[in-house]
């Protein structure tokens, strides 16, 4: 056993560690507790095994997704087979082991696509290379950072269990990585499990510059370690990990009465391995935008039929549904998903100011704002004047959804047979979704209105095989649509991975309960200052942040919503 008080690994000390301890939570565990410094080395494979852990096939995905998408026809139909193939195992793996009879034929099926996909679509095998610390820092310009954050259990502790919180900074020009330890995850849930009987309150106290109980701020758990690596005015690419995501850090007040986002210039991702495919494949800049809000949720399957007549509602389009459920759960009988009246406000408000932006507008409200409407985006013929993508509608620029979010945490062992998919399965991507137009016979029921209609409930898993490569800006005007499974693997799962997945350039979603007056009120900032006043997007969001902090200095008001890109 290597000497745990030791100063730094020799290249053959890392060696052994990484024989001995294969995961990135053994590697980080060995060093909880140590205040000394690790080596050039060991900083940078940890910052390699996070880039790896937290964004490997999500960014491959989004980079294939863009071969795919220029390749000849015949090699677009083998990259769809080879997705759809993807897709039935992925629901293959919801079902209780010994329902997993098809498990091997497609598992084959998928490896033998993939082969043929090497063979005959250029790029395919570099979309799926390891990226390197060395990538990510040759991606950075001068006054960038780019922050790893990680998460990880003390496994040597005695006793174990403490799991622990750190940084790995890169910046310009620097030899290796830098790590920086945090904080024990205990400390920052001293925090954050207070009572939220008034959210506005609590939320206040959260991002206070400090706590009147002794207990320390988000400032000196999250940033006061890191200060010393930067002086203002940065721009800091960061990825966050674990209990993180639940924050936003540009709320985080500081000791002169500041806040974060006054002194630096934060941009969220997936990954920091993003940056290596910053300048490829943005999405076409056309002029239509898809609107949802007002939603009516109650069952009423003439309604619906007669709202989507447009879509040709049939047995054909329901390719996807996810939530067939075996039975329902009775813990949600009686419980409904209740009209939001704030949210069509919102979507006429906002589509007043996209017309002036001279964006065709496809607003679907009431038993309209269908699952069908939603996924209709690029595999159905469109109209004129609306742009079009291999003779298909494509996905809208502007994807602007106000409903409800849900996301269930991961049932462990608590989870039984007799209870709905989207609470209990195993895949994180099918327990967070959006609820869409008559979706409470579904939530109710665990069953469709009719055999040929969708159910109304959107899961991630189902974002996940649309076509969005054409789409800038999806908006999230949702309750807590930014929250997903704080994965091992791959960071956080939900909706955010999904719509990444499905091609979006940037997502707006939120992090917490947000009144729905206040909501529509920094929409409409935000697609001003946006599309009348010619900001970038991550500009215009900053803007609008600031303008209704000047207004509700609360950051209840006006930090819920965050963006990632």
């Known amino acids: 056993m290597l000497n745990r008080a030791s100063a730094h690994f020799s290249q053959q000390e890392m060696n052994l560690y990484l024989l001995q301890f294969p995961t990135i939570d053994d590697w980080l565990g060995t060093r909880a507790k140590s205040k000394s410094p690790l080596s050039a080395d060991l900083n940078a494979a940890l910052y390699n095994a996070a880039l790896f852990r937290k964004g490997y096939f999500l960014q491959s995905s989004l980079i294939a997704n863009q071969l795919a998408a220029a390749a000849p026809d015949s090699i677009q139909l083998i990259y769809e087979d080879w997705k759809n193939t993807k897709r039935q195992l992925a629901e293959v793996y919801t079902f209780p082991k010994t329902e997993r009879m098809s498990l091997d034929s497609l598992e084959n099926q998928s490896i033998s696509l993939e082969k043929q996909l090497v063979q005959n679509l250029p790029g395919f095998s570099e979309a799926r290379r390891e990226v390197r610390w060395q990538d990510v820092q040759s991606a950075l310009k001068m006054g960038e950072t780019a922050v790893e954050f990680v998460d990880f259990e ?3 502790a005695d006793p174990p269990g403490k799991h622990y919180y750190a940084a790995l900074v890169l910046r310009h020009g620097e030899k290796a990585p830098e790590f920086v330890p945090l ?20 939320t206040e106290k959260l991002y206070a510059k400090r706590q009147t109980d002794g207990t320390k701020s988000l400032y000196q758990l999250v940033w006061q370690p890191l200060e010393a690596y930067f002086s203002g005015g940065e721009k800091i690419w960061f990825s966050a990990s674990g209990l993180i995501h639940r924050l936003n850090l540009e709320a985080i007040q500081t000791p002169d009465n500041q806040v974060l986002g006054d002194k630096f210039n934060f941009s969220s991702l997936g990954s920091t391995r993003q940056l290596t495919n910053r300048n490829a494949g943005k999405a076409p800049e056309n002029r239509t935008a898809a609107i949802f809000g007002g939603i009516r949720y109650e069952a009423d399957s003439t309604a619906i039929v007669k709202e989507n007549a447009d879509l040709a509602l049939s047995s054909s389009t329901v390719s996807s549904r996810t939530s067939d459920f075996p039975e329902a759960d009775s813990t949600l009988r009686g419980n409904n998903w209740n009209y939001l009246p704030a949210t069509e406000k919102e979507v006429t408000d906002i589509e007043k100011q996209l017309i002036v932006a001279k964006f065709n507008v496809i607003k679907r409200t009431g038993f309209a704002a269908s699952e069908e409407a939603l ?10 004047g609306y742009f079009y993508q291999n003779n298909k509608l494509a996905s809208p620029r502007i994807l602007h959804i106000a409903t409800h979010g849900f996301f269930f945490p991961d049932p462990g062992k608590n989870s039984g047979n007799k209870r709905t998919i989207f609470k209990v399965s195993e895949n994180p991507l099918l327990r967070s979704g959006l609820v869409l137009s008559g979706a409470n016979h579904a939530w109710k029921t665990g069953k469709p209105l009719s055999p040929n209609m969708e159910d109304g409930i959107l899961t991630a898993l189902e974002i996940a095989q649309m ?17 997903g499974d704080l994965a091992g693997n791959e960071g956080v799962y939900g909706l955010q991975r999904a ?17 729905d007056e206040k909501t529509g009120e920094f929409m409409a900032i935000f697609y001003e200052k946006w599309l009348l006043n010619a900001l970038e997007i991550p500009a215009a969001f900053r803007a609008a942040q600031s303008q209704m902090r000047q207004k509700y200095p609360n950051p209840f008001f006006w930090a819920g919503f965050v963006l990632v890109e």
């Open 154 to 156: 003390d496994k040597l």
């Open 183 to 202: 904080f024990e995850e205990q400390e920052l849930l001293a925090l954050t499990n207070r009572s939220k009987s008034w959210l506005a309150d609590y």
């Open 375 to 384: 996924k209709s985006f690029g595999g159905q013929l469109g109209l004129d």
């Open 467 to 483: 076509d969005l490569s054409s789409t800038e800006l999806v908006v999230l005007s949702a309750c807590e649509t930014g929250l």
């Open 499 to 515: 719509f990444k997945i499905a091609g979006a350039q940037y997502l707006v979603m939120s992090l917490w309960k947000i009144n």
